[in-house]
């Protein structure tokens, strides 16, 4: 099978060497592509209450403003995760993010592994993480990723970035906020030349996300993790060309999972069947768009 994901989370407890192997085997995906860990410590598992809460606000305007307020509280001003939001996590812990992502610990872990590629994940708002951008010129990285939520980032901050680095050739990975689609919109057209990567199905932007990669060419949209609801990957199946979606996981986190707790790539693809979308077909999209980098 001609399969790849496109998101995958290196972690030093649900992802390690050995898991990935695994995965690699059971997904029968040919290629990966994995981002350097987003917390302190393992992410932890949300349950179901998290879920349903999440997906019954998206589904409704006033559902999506009550969502807006409440991501903006969900961590302190040192990126720590509130202690009433850990309530709603498996295993309640401390839960800190990543100021500057750890692109050269996963190079150096996975270095000239043929069916591993790495997002350089860049926090602009950040001088170290910013000179990280050179790794671009390593082989094993496949492009640039921003996530816009988790580093408090402002259109703006990746437009400064970008126009710093007109160089760049790679794929543009890009999570988004709560942000002003039109300026996503001018963003892209802006460069162009580059392929846009939405993660997430647009999340938290779905429902106005659809419209900029159904419009622009050199825009894609994944369906990574359960933050949309099955409403939505059933809107984005009838909605968007089939061949500008896909496949992605978030592995290992925030998806169904087998008995005894072992990830299940049939659970997740039936998920995906099951509200329109063609697995095979987007399996291989994003094959496609990995191995051409090849």
């Given at each position: 099978?001609?399969?790849?994901?496109?998101?995958?989370?290196?972690?030093?407890?649900?992802?390690t060497?050995?898991?990935?192997?695994?995965?690699?085997?059971?997904?029968?995906?040919?290629?990966?592509?994995?981002?350097?860990?987003?917390?302190?410590?393992t992410?932890?598992?949300?349950?179901?209450?998290?879920?349903?809460?999440?997906?019954?606000?998206?589904?409704?305007?006033?559902?999506?403003?009550?969502?807006?307020?409440?991501?903006?509280?969900?961590y302190?001003?040192?990126?720590?995760?509130?202690?009433?939001?850990?309530?709603?996590?498996?295993?309640?812990?401390?839960?800190?993010?990543?100021?500057?992502?750890?692109n050269?610990?996963?190079?150096?872990?996975?270095?000239?592994?043929?069916?591993?590629?790495?997002?350089?994940?860049?926090?602009?708002k950040?001088?170290?993480?910013?000179?990280?951008?050179?790794?671009l010129?390593?082989?094993?990285?496949?492009?640039?990723?921003?996530?816009?939520?988790?580093?408090?980032?402002?259109?703006?901050?990746?437009?400064?970035?970008?126009?710093?680095?007109?160089?760049?050739?790679?794929?543009?990975?890009?999570?988004?906020?709560?942000?002003?689609?039109?300026?996503?919109e001018?963003?892209?057209?802006?460069?162009?030349?580059?392929?846009?990567?939405?993660?997430?199905?647009?999340?938290?932007?779905?429902?106005?996300?659809?419209?900029?990669?159904?419009?622009?060419?050199?825009?894609?949209?994944?369906?990574?993790?359960?933050?949309?609801?099955?409403?939505?990957?059933?809107?984005?199946?009838?909605?968007?060309?089939?061949?500008?979606?896909?496949?992605?996981?978030?592995?290992?986190?925030?998806?169904?999972?087998?008995?005894?707790?072992?990830?299940?790539?049939?659970?997740?693809?039936?998920?995906?069947?099951?509200?329109?979308?063609?697995?095979?077909?987007?399996?291989?999209?994003?094959?496609?768009?990995?191995?051409?980098?090849?």
């Amino acid at each position: 099978m001609n399969s790849a994901d496109l998101h995958v989370y290196y972690d030093d407890i649900k992802s390690t060497k050995e898991i990935l192997k695994s995965y690699l085997l059971e997904s029968q995906n040919k290629f990966i592509v994995l981002s350097p860990p987003c917390t302190s410590v393992t992410e932890p598992k949300k349950n179901r209450v998290a879920y349903y809460i999440q997906h019954t606000l998206s589904n409704f305007k006033a559902g999506r403003i009550i969502q807006k307020l409440l991501s903006k509280s969900f961590y302190n001003k040192n990126g720590e995760l509130k202690l009433v939001f850990r309530l709603f996590s498996k295993k309640f812990g401390k839960l800190e993010k990543i100021d500057c992502p750890a692109n050269h610990e996963l190079l150096e872990k996975f270095c000239k592994n043929e069916q591993i590629k790495l997002w350089c994940w860049i926090n602009p708002k950040n001088e170290q993480s910013r000179n990280d951008l050179y790794l671009l010129n390593h082989g094993d990285f496949y492009g640039v990723k921003f996530h816009m939520f988790w580093h408090n980032l402002a259109i703006e901050d990746i437009r400064n970035f970008l126009s710093d680095h007109i160089d760049i050739k790679k794929p543009i990975y890009l999570i988004l906020d709560w942000i002003e689609i039109k300026e996503l919109e001018c963003l892209i057209r802006e460069f162009n030349n580059l392929i846009w990567i939405i993660g997430y199905g647009g999340f938290p932007l779905t429902v106005k996300s659809l419209g900029v990669v159904g419009k622009l060419e050199n825009v894609y949209i994944d369906i990574a993790s359960f933050h949309i609801s099955r409403k939505w990957v059933n809107k984005i199946s009838k909605e968007i060309n089939n061949r500008k979606i896909l496949y992605s996981t978030d592995f290992p986190y925030n998806f169904d999972w087998g008995k005894g707790g072992k990830f299940s790539t049939k659970l997740f693809d039936k998920r995906l069947r099951l509200n329109g979308i063609n697995v095979a077909a987007i399996r291989e999209n994003s094959f496609n768009l990995v191995n051409n980098d090849q």
